[in-house]
């Protein structure tokens, strides 16, 4: 089976950083991506990784450590627009995309 | 806006009828998708459409048949549907699955079943 886990929500205020994880054992792995979906929209695409270590775009950063079977999203200087879920998906196989139970982040001012 | 465009938005339909949701990308994305999201879960994947042809089908019941006309559509036929079934439905596309290509998602389909 594939189990992906994610603490279901988080809170966090305007301007602080926060970190979600996601842990993952899954019988493939080809890479694991971030998206963000805000409630009745299309999920976006945030990041990839596939190489242990970390990739950083502005103010999002995602880390993989495959040994760990461990990733995780770090968000800095947070914005109300950050409030959203942010799911973490891994692949599985070749276009086979397995997404983990979400996590639902709410700023406040 | 979503380069990736599903019709309808919303959709009510009784367990007797038949209809069909569509899905349009011009990205030139040779993958398509078809997942069922319900409320406060994550997307599930249903189909996998690659160079027009199926190549996942997740164990989907019959009552979803998938199809894909050329390489820039994608539809989804419903017929029967079960009350259960009421979900958001969401197409994705991608250059054509394979290691970093991201998916890209459209706004979806909400389906009820009455």
């Known amino acids: 089976g594939q189990n992906i886990d994610q603490p279901t929500e988080m809170t966090a205020t305007e301007g602080a950083i926060v970190q979600i994880n996601c842990t993952y054992q899954?019988?493939?792995?080809?890479?694991l991506f971030w998206y963000q979906q805000h409630a009745g929209e299309a999920p976006t695409f945030l990041s990839y990784?596939?190489?242990?270590g970390l990739e950083e775009k502005g103010r999002f950063s995602s880390f993989l450590s495959r040994s760990k079977g461990y990733s995780y999203l770090l968000l800095k200087e947070l914005q109300m627009k950050d409030s959203a879920s942010y799911l973490c998906?891994?692949?599985?196989?070749?276009?086979?995309?397995?997404f983990g139970t979400g996590t639902r982040l709410l700023v406040s001012p | 806006d979503t380069e990736v465009t599903q019709t309808p938005k919303h959709l009510v339909m009784g367990m007797t009828n038949k209809k069909s949701l569509k899905c349009e990308q011009h990205?030139?994305?040779?993958?398509m998708y078809w997942y069922k999201q319900k409320a406060k879960k994550p997307p599930e994947l249903m189909f996998v459409?690659?160079?027009?042809?199926?190549?996942i089908n997740e164990s989907v019941p019959s009552r979803f048949s998938p199809e894909c006309p050329n390489s820039s559509l994608l539809n989804l036929h419903l017929h029967a549907l079960q009350p259960e079934d009421s979900a958001l439905y969401l197409c994705?596309?991608?250059?054509?699955?394979?290691?970093?290509?991201?998916?890209?998602f459209g706004d979806g389909t909400r389906l009820s079943i009455l």
């Open positions: 899954t019988s493939g792995f080809n890479g």
């Open positions: 990205m030139g994305h040779r993958a």
């Open positions: 990784n596939v190489l242990d």
């Open positions: 459409y690659s160079y027009e042809k199926l190549s």
């Open positions: 994705a596309s991608s250059q054509d699955g394979v290691g970093n290509q991201p998916q890209h």
């Open positions: 998906a891994v692949q599985t196989g070749f276009q086979k995309l397995v």
